[in-house]
């Protein structure tokens, strides 16, 4: 069945960076675009960045541009968040998830990796 | 501050009917741009529960309707049930922001 399995969430101090993957299963990567939304304590979900098909178009919201990165590898069914010069405001749930088409519903999801950002 | 608008909460009785708000702008929903909600039970992910405004997914319950008229969305619950306690967070998408956005989400409780 499609699954999405999110890895590399922890504890980092301000400043530092992290890399978080998502690896699918299931389904065809390269046939999908991939979002990353984060969901802060007692918050709401927030659309971080997307990335589509061949992974030469990528989009990013204005929270994280400059910081954060997407990437894929679809040979090796995988997602990744590159997050560099992490602040307090960074801590979240981090989730992948799949595009149905092009900028439509968000299915599946991921069940998520906690990343807190705190010296 | 989200851009599409939910009430922080709402609450029923078993059986009861209620309906959750979700307020966009000319930018998203009143652009005509589909919106879709997400169903999150306590400590998990979220589900997609409604896409393209009022289509259930397979073994989605009936008791799940979706509307959009205008600059809003709505989802309704019919038949409230305790199982159905959660938070339920609406999507689209924005022209002026080129990308993805939610609502704040709200949550729903049971009496």
Known sequence: QVQLVESGGGV????????????????TLSSYGMHWVRQAPGKGLESLAVIWYDGNDKYYADSVK????ISRDNSKNMLYLQMNSLRAEDTAVYYCARDHGR?????????GTLVTVSS | ???????PSVSGAPGQRVTISCTGSSSNIGAGYDVHWYQQLPGTAP????YGNSNRPSGVPDRFSGSKSGTSASLAITGLQAEDEADYHCQSYDSSLSGSVFGGGTKLTVL
């Not at chain 1, 900028?103 to 999801?109: H, N």
């Not at chain 2, 501050?1 to 009430?7: A, C, G, K």
């Open chain 2, 1 to 7: 501050q989200s851009v599409l608008t939910q009430p």
């Open chain 1, 12 to 27: 980092v101090q301000p400043g530092r960076s992290l890399r978080l993957s998502c690896e699918v299963s299931g389904f």
């Open chain 2, 47 to 50: 589900k997609l529960l409604i």
């Open chain 1, 66 to 69: 400059g910081r954060f990165t």
């Open chain 1, 103 to 111: 900028w439509d519903w968000f299915d599946p999801w991921g069940q």
